[in-house]
């Protein structure tokens, strides 16, 4: 295993999203994670029914323990609720001892289906404390409008965006754009010293749910590594276009992508099975 990475995010109940899709990913890509829970959510491929966050106190002593202990190569931060819960986790990033711990922020902010997550206290505690300790921000083109009060409609305006949102101290912004031209997803991605467009087929297939923990949890193992960073979002991007591919069908409405793509299924004669003669 290359890279150790601390996801804080939300238990999910059918496997799909928030930390079960970190873990899956981070082991799928040869990772190791380790996970400070923000709350457990009641969720199906048809929504979120019932959410109950975790106290912040919680959420900080189960991220403190793991880095005490385990430590970690990269934080990768998802869904956490409120402002309280953010306060806390930059409480811990605020510590001396993980200063130079790469942050990647998926905001989770927006719902799949338009809703906004998050008050406006929980965001501005995002923009204030954790956006400031940011190695890379993923927003998508909703979240992106949200943080900035931009309209975003054409190149210019995606690079607007990503140009405000660094003013917020982030140092790398993967913006996952939506549907381009020739039915093209279109991914900004900019740096301070460069901005470069990455463009994917778009999938028609409702099985999505995850795909944001998924591309921000595959950053976070390729900045593990200290690969070059624009590598890392490429491979990050091929895993979660191969993951929607491979997707296994599960779920009345948004479903799992599939993660164990490229994991072989062990045939029954490669499977060692332990026999007990005992009387």
Same mark, same amino acid.
């Given at each position: ?93 605020? $510590? ?96 301070? $010293? ?86």
């Amino acid at each position: 295993m290359s890279g150790r990475v601390l996801a804080v995010a939300e238990s999910d109940s059918c496997g799909a999203a928030g930390i079960q899709a970190d873990i899956k990913t981070i082991l799928a890509l040869g990772g190791y994670a380790t996970t400070a829970l923000s709350a457990v959510a009641a969720q199906s491929t048809t929504g979120i029914e019932y959410l109950h966050s975790l106290e912040h106190g919680l959420v900080s002593q189960q991220m403190r323990v793991v880095l005490k202990d385990i430590g970690a190569d990269v934080i990768k931060t998802g869904f956490l609720v409120n402002k309280d819960i953010i306060n806390a986790v930059a409480d811990v990033l605020d $510590e001396e001892r993980y200063k130079d711990i790469p942050v990647v922020v998926d905001p989770a902010i927006i719902a799949r289906d338009g809703g906004q997550l998050m008050d406006e206290e929980a965001i501005a505690m995002l923009k204030r404390r954790l956006f400031v300790r940011t190695a890379v921000l993923i927003p998508n083109l909703r979240e992106a409008e949200l943080l900035t009060g931009l309209r975003i409609q054409d190149s210019a305006d995606m690079y607007h965006a990503a140009d405000m949102m660094r003013t917020f101290g982030v140092e790398n912004i993967v913006l996952k754009a939506g549907q381009g031209s020739e039915g093209k997803a279109v991914y900004l991605v900019a740096t301070l $010293e460069e901005r470069r467009v990455y463009e994917r087929p778009m999938l028609d297939t409702p099985n999505t749910l995850g795909a944001g923990a998924t591309l921000a949890s595959a950053i976070a193992v390729g900045l593990a590594r200290k690969i070059d960073f624009f590598q890392v979002v490429e491979q990050a991007l091929n895993f979660m276009h191969q993951a929607m591919l491979n997707a296994p069908n599960l779920g009345m409405k948004a479903g799992p992508v599939g993660h164990a793509f490229d994991i072989e299924e062990p045939s029954v004669s490669n499977v060692w099975i332990r026999q007990d003669n005992r009387k």
